[in-house]
């Protein structure tokens, strides 16, 4: 049986991270936010990891899985203050940026996960998250490295705990090759659905989507992006 016909296997550090962990040098003033601002945000190992010790007036906890430089994270933080975010990235200087647009909308409501999300998420409290954004995750293109991708069935199962019912994953890629692959996994998953009405339902962002510089350079590219709003549904995930 193929790996794409089969269940994924879990395998080692599930939901893990592959590859480099810092890239270029960081700026003066980004140094100085990963001295001063980071501690202040930081979720740490031990943390108590409910929305009431995180952000104990918050309405809902959301996560952010690879947040990337943190446009998407800090705009929906700014347009949501109600919200309590958990941001997840490994990569250094994704975080720093991220700092830097905390810092210049003076966000309170954001959390940041320095390390794996497959550890963070096993510690979130069953049905603690309001929803769950997954974008422009790293595609790993060649056959060999698929089994590095983060969407995988035993990554939805682990997220179905977290997720209440009726909430949403939402997915976006301009790899169509990993667009087919997560909604393999999404159909075969018994927690989860996706349930398109129009073309546009996967051809158009959500109303509150901040483009960036990555997505405009994959339309440049000819790689238009797709959208997936899959909600959780079905059976329990405990």
């Not at 698929?146 to 790899?175: E, N």
């Amino acid at each position: 049986m193929t790996e794409e016909a089969g269940a994924d296997r879990p395998r080692p550090g599930e939901g893990g991270v592959f590859g480099r962990r810092t890239g270029r040098k960081l700026h003066s003033t980004q140094s100085v936010l990963m001295r001063e601002l980071l501690p202040r945000l930081a979720i740490g190992p031990n943390d108590d990891l409910t929305r009431d010790a995180l952000f104990p007036s918050a309405a809902e906890l959301r996560l952010e899985i690879g947040f990337g430089g943190g446009e998407h994270l800090a705009h929906h933080a700014g347009h949501r203050p109600t919200a309590g975010f958990i941001g997840c990235e490994p990569f250094r200087n994704g975080v720093a940026k991220f700092l830097e647009l905390a810092d210049a909308k003076a966000l309170t409501n954001v959390g940041i996960w320095n390390g794996d999300a497959g550890l963070l998420i096993d510690r979130l409290p069953t049905g603690s998250l309001a929803g769950v954004d997954l974008f422009y995750p790293d595609p790993w293109p060649k056959r060999r490295q698929r089994k590095r991708r983060f969407v995988s069935d035993d990554i939805l199962h682990r997220l179905a705990r977290v997720m209440a019912q009726g909430t949403m994953l939402r997915f976006a890629t301009d790899i169509d090759d990993y667009a087919g692959w997560t909604l393999a996994r999404v159909r075969r998953s018994p927690h989860f659905a996706w349930e398109p009405t129009t073309a546009d339902d996967w051809r158009q962002p959500w109303p509150d989507w901040p483009s960036t510089r990555y997505e405009a350079k994959a339309l440049r590219e000819g790689r238009p992006p797709v959208y997936l709003s899959i909600v959780r549904n079905g059976q329990s995930a405990d």
